[in-house]
C-alpha cells in the first residue's frame, strides 16, 4: 500500500476591521474539475474557484453569511459548515442525506446562515463520499466591530490548513493514497505575537503539531475560547481546529513546524510521513539549516492524551456557556468497528469474504436514499427512519479488552439500519462515548451537527459511573464539536438540544463514517415561532 504525506498549506490574514456591527457576506463557488500538479504529478481534482484548498471566509460575529454553490463537477455534492451552530438554518447544515439532498451535477443551491454566539476557527467542507479531500476551506470569525480577543491583539494570523495530497482520484480510491507536501515558509520579526489558525482537513489522520524550540500557548479550540494553555505540542483530529498563539522569542534563525500522525490502529496501514513548514526569523542568515522538531512516536497514546485532556474552558469569556446541570437523557453509546456480509455478486477482501462496518451500540447507521432525513421529520413522512436508536449498548461486555474481544463473533455484526433519536426542545444529553476492541483499539474523533458540548471527563478503560464521576468537571471543561475519543478509552460529553432540526454525530475519519460509524439526533420544536424550524428553502435540491 502506497504511504500519504500530508500537505501543509498556509495563508496569511491580517486583521481587518469594518465600521458595521453586522454585515451580510457573500460568496459564490464554482464547484469543478481542475488540474494542479504536485510532486511532479498532474492530478485531476475537484476544487472550489480553481483554488486548493478552497476561498478563506472571513465573518465577524453575528454576521450572515450568504454561499452560491454551483456544482460544475461531475459528482453529487453537498457543503458542511463545521462548527458552525446553524441556530434554525438546518436546511444549511449540509451532510447528504441528513439535512439535504446532494446537489446534482449542473444544478446550484444556496447556504444562508447567521453566525452567532461564535469567534474563532472554523471551517468548511464538502460532506459527500471523500470529496472534502479537496474540497475545502478555512471560515474564520473574528468578534463583533469593537470587541477584542480575550487575549493580546497578535502582530499578524496566519492560517494553516493540513491536509491531504492524494497522487490518485479520491473518488475512485477511498483506502489508499499518496500524498505531497509543499514546504510553507512563515516569516516573523524576533518578539512578535502570531495567531496561529490551525485546521486538520485530513480524512483519516489524527496529527502531531510541534514548531521546533518553540512553546505554543493554545487559546481556542473548535472556535471555542480555552484557558492559556503552554504546550510545545499539539495533538489535533480531523476535523478540529486549534488557535494558538505563536511567540517569536528563540534565537534568530530557522526552525521547522512539523506534523506527523498519531495512529493507534494495529495491523491497519496509516500515513507514516512528516511533514514540514519552516520560520524563518527576519535577519537569519539564507543558507541557515533550519532546526527540526522532536517529534511523538506514531502511537504516543499518552502524549495526545495529556494534550487533550488538559484543556479547559475560559470560564466567563466571550461566549462562554455554564454546563447545564440537570441531565433530561443519558446515554451510553459503544463505538467501534466490525464487519458486514458482502453483497451479493461482488468480492470483499475481509475475513470470510466479509467488508468492512462501523457501529454505535451495535447500529450501523445508513442514510436514506429518498429523502433527506430532515424532510422527511419536517414533512412527517413515514418509512424513511425510525426513532429507536438504543440509549445503552444491547449487550454488556468487557468494551476495551481486545483479548476477549477481538473478533469475537457476537459482537462482529450489526445490523445495517437508519435509527435516530427523538429529543424535546431544550433538554440536556449526557453521552458516555466508549471505546471498543472488537476489531483494535482506536481514536475516534467524534463530530456533532449543530451544537457544541462540554467535555465533563475522559480515561482510559472502560467507564464505571461510581469511579469515574468524581473526575467530572462541572465548572469549567473544555467546549468542543469534534473531540478525540481515547483509544481504549472513555470520554463524557453534555450538550443542550436548544436548536430544532436534524442533526448528525459521526466519526470524522471518513472512512468509519462510510461504513457506518454516526447516529442522529431530531430535536422537536419549542414552543414559540423564534424556537421553530423554519420553512425549507425554495431552492432545496431534490433527491
Known amino acids: 500500500m502506497r504511504s500519504p504525506v500530508l500537505l501543509l498549506v498556509s495563508v496569511l490574514t491580517l486583521v481587518m476591521a469594518t465600521t458595521a456591527s453586522a454585515a451580510v457576506v457573500e460568496h459564490t463557488f464554482n464547484v469543478q474539475n481542475l488540474t494542479v500538479t504536485r510532486l511532479c504529478n498532474r492530478q485531476l481534482i475537484v476544487a472550489v474557484n480553481g483554488s486548493f484548498p478552497g476561498p478563506r471566509i472571513r465573518v465577524r460575529e453575528g454576521d450572515t453569511l450568504i454561499v452560491h454553490v454551483y456544482n460544475k463537477s461531475p459528482y453529487n455534492l453537498t457543503v458542511h459548515w463545521h462548527g458552525v451552530f446553524q441556530k434554525l438554518s438546518c436546511w444549511a447544515d449540509g451532510p447528504n442525506m441528513i439535512t439535504q439532498c446532494p446537489i446534482l451535477p449542473g444544478n446550484k443551491y444556496t447556504y444562508k446562515f447567521k453566525i452567532s454566539g461564535q469567534e474563532g476557527t472554523l471551517w468548511w467542507h464538502a460532506h459527500v463520499s471523500w470529496l472534502r479531500a479537496t474540497v475545502h476551506g478555512a471560515l474564520i470569525i473574528r468578534p463583533k466591530s469593537g470587541h477584542k480577543y480575550p487575549f493580546p491583539k497578535p502582530h499578524r494570523e496566519v492560517t494553516i490548513i493540513l491536509g491531504e495530497w492524494w497522487n490518485a482520484n479520491v473518488m475512485d480510491v477511498e483506502d489508499e493514497a499518496v500524498t505531497s507536501g509543499d514546504m510553507y515558509k512563515l516569516e516573523v520579526e524576533p518578539g512578535k505575537t502570531y495567531l496561529l489558525r490551525i485546521v486538520n482537513t485530513a480524512l483519516n489522520g489524527q496529527l502531531f503539531y510541534k514548531i521546533a524550540n518553540h512553546n505554543l500557548t493554545v487559546v481556542a479550540v473548535d472556535a471555542a475560547y480555552t484557558k492559556p494553555y503552554v504546550t510545545d505540542i499539539i495533538m489535533i483530529a480531523p476535523g478540529q481546529t486549534v488557535d494558538t498563539l505563536l511567540v517569536a522569542d528563540q534565537d534568530i534563525g530557522s526552525y521547522y513546524m512539523a506534523a506527523s500522525p498519531y495512529s493507534t490502529s494495529v495491523g491497519i496501514p496509516y500515513d507514516n510521513t512528516t511533514t514540514r513548514g519552516v520560520v524563518v526569523y527576519d535577519g537569519a542568515p539564507p543558507i541557515a539549516k533550519p532546526l527540526m522538531p522532536t517529534l511523538p512516536a506514531f502511537n504516543d497514546t499518552a502524549t495526545a492524551y495529556k494534550f487533550s485532556s488538559s484543556l479547559s474552558g475560559l470560564r466567563d469569556g466571550p461566549h462562554w456557556a455554564q454546563v447545564p446541570k440537570n441531565v433530561d437523557y443519558k446515554m451510553f453509546v459503544t463505538v467501534g468497528l466490525g464487519f458486514t456480509p458482502c453483497e451479493a455478486n461482488r468480492t470483499c477482501l475481509g475475513p470470510k469474504g466479509t467488508k468492512l462496518s462501523a457501529s454505535m ?9 429518498r429523502m433527506s432525513l430532515l424532510q422527511a421529520f419536517y414533512s412527517n413522512v413515514d418509512g424513511i427512519y425510525t426513532t429507536d436508536f438504543p440509549a445503552k449498548p444491547p449487550i454488556e461486555f468487557d468494551y476495551t479488552n481486545a483479548t476477549i474481544n477481538n473478533y469475537n463473533p457476537a459482537f462482529l455484526f450489526a445490523p445495517k439500519v437508519t435509527k435516530v433519536t427523538k429529543l424535546k426542545f431544550n433538554s440536556t444529553v449526557e453521552m458516555v462515548l466508549q471505546n471498543t476492541a472488537i ?9 456533532l451537527h449543530g451544537s ?33 475519543v481515547p483509544a481504549g478509552g472513555w470520554a463524557v460529553i453534555r450538550f443542550t438540544a436548544d436548536n430544532p432540526g436534524v442533526w448528525i454525530m459521526h466519526c470524522h475519519l471518513d472512512a468509519h463514517l462510510t461504513y457506518g460509524l454516526g447516529t442522529v439526533f431530531m430535536v422537536e420544536n419549542g414552543p414559540t415561532p423564534k424556537t421553530t424550524l423554519p420553512l425549507p428553502p425554495v431552492d432545496l435540491p431534490n433527491c
Open 361 to 369: 451500540n451495535n447500529q450501523s447507521f445508513v442514510p436514506p436514499k
Open 439 to 447: 476489531i483494535g483499539v482506536e481514536n475516534h474523533p467524534m463530530h
Open 452 to 484: 457544541n458540548f462540554h467535555v465533563l471527563a475522559q480515561g482510559f478503560g472502560n467507564y464505571n459511573l461510581s469511579k469515574h464521576r468524581e473526575m467530572f468537571n462541572l465548572v469549567d471543561p473544555q467546549i468542543l464539536n469534534t473531540i478525540g
